[in-house]
């Protein structure tokens, strides 16, 4: 099955919860002035595939619960929130540009960019709590935590501690991997599910959120900037030391030239000559063999789950996290 009918597969299943998902999200309250709304409009609607909102309705299905409301309404909470997050990082990183459009700090005030993503915050918030459900507020509350916890000891954190595997998993889980348990635990907080169950839905949000990233940080070097939308090597060229390159110094040690991108302190050549080291080295095929193995893991958490077709599309976008090549 190619990537794109995978996404389909999976998106037919709850095309129609989807859709109701879609205008929760942009059920939004009279902003004002008109430029905010607007803004937030063009954010929320310029979404990529809602693959968090799709698997807590996939969740949701399995146990039989896909119908209800307020599973819309947690599901268009996860993808808020997930959107506020990105309103911070493209501010944080400097990015001018998200999928195609251009970001709100490309135009804004530092200011405005902050506060508006504070705002889709408190949106998301509000959808969650329509669940009236303390646990889903309280995992809710739990990731926003976990996110921004982890930018903040990402801005600490010395350059030796970021060219560890110890401290990039707790960098993944934080950015990426712990918005895919959200996703996962409230569909099953909010269907009833068991303690059990709910366990098994963390460690597969956790192992495919890794695998996820993993992939994301091996296409930043292997793409082409036309494709992946930003030069290739983007995270190293602004500091961030993902899987490639620690796999790339454990194998070939640091020298004068590593020690440089380490500090964020390369010329342009220096690191164009880097990258094109790392793309040509074992680093990469290392990389991707790591993201399979976590794939492995998030498959094998979803055994304690009877067959069914909302399982088997989670299983069939676990293959996609892999073989992606965007």
Request: aromatic share 6%; net charge negative.
């Amino acid at each position: 099955m190619t990537n794109e009918s995978t996404t389909h597969h999976a998106h037919a299943l709850v095309a129609s919860q989807l859709a109701a998902v879609e205008e929760a999200l942009l059920n939004l309250p009279d902003i004002q002035p008109p430029a905010l709304r607007k803004a937030v409009e063009t954010i929320v609607a310029s979404g990529g595939k809602r693959q968090r909102p799709i698997m807590t309705l996939l969740v949701a299905g399995m146990f039989g619960n896909l119908n209800e409301r307020k599973v819309i309404d947690v599901a268009a909470a996860v993808e808020m929130l997930h959107t506020a997050t990105l309103v911070h990082d493209d501010l944080i990183d400097g990015s001018l540009v998200r999928r195609g459009t251009a970001t709100l700090n490309a135009a804004w005030t530092p200011a405005a960019t902050v506060l508006t993503g504070d705002y889709l915050f408190a949106f998301a918030a509000g959808l969650a709590s329509r669940a009236n459900n303390v646990q889903v507020m309280t995992i809710f509350a739990d990731t926003l935590g976990v996110v921004v916890a982890g930018e903040l000891r990402q801005a600490f954190t010395d350059w030796e501690r970021r060219s560890t595997r110890e401290d990039y998993a707790k960098r993944i889980y934080a950015k990426t991997a712990s918005m895919f348990v959200l996703a996962v635990t409230e569909g099953g907080v909010i269907s009833g599910a068991s303690e059990q169950h709910i366990e098994a839905l963390r460690q597969f949000g956790t192992f495919y959120g890794n695998a996820f990233q993993i992939m994301d940080d091996v296409l930043d070097f292997t793409g082409d900037q036309a494709t992946v939308g930003k030069p290739v090597g983007s995270d190293l060229r602004h500091g961030l030391i993902t899987l490639p390159t620690i796999v790339f110094l454990e194998q070939n040690g640091k020298n004068s030239m590593m020690n440089c991108a380490l500090k964020g302190e390369c010329t342009n050549l220096e690191y164009d000559a880097i990258v094109d080291m790392i793309r040509k080295s074992d680093a990469i095929s290392i990389s991707i063999n790591e993201a399979a193995i976590q794939t492995h893991r998030a498959r094998r958490a979803l055994e304690i789950f009877p067959d069914s077709p909302y399982r088997a599309a989670l299983l069939e976008l676990t293959d996609l996290a892999v073989s992606r090549k965007l």
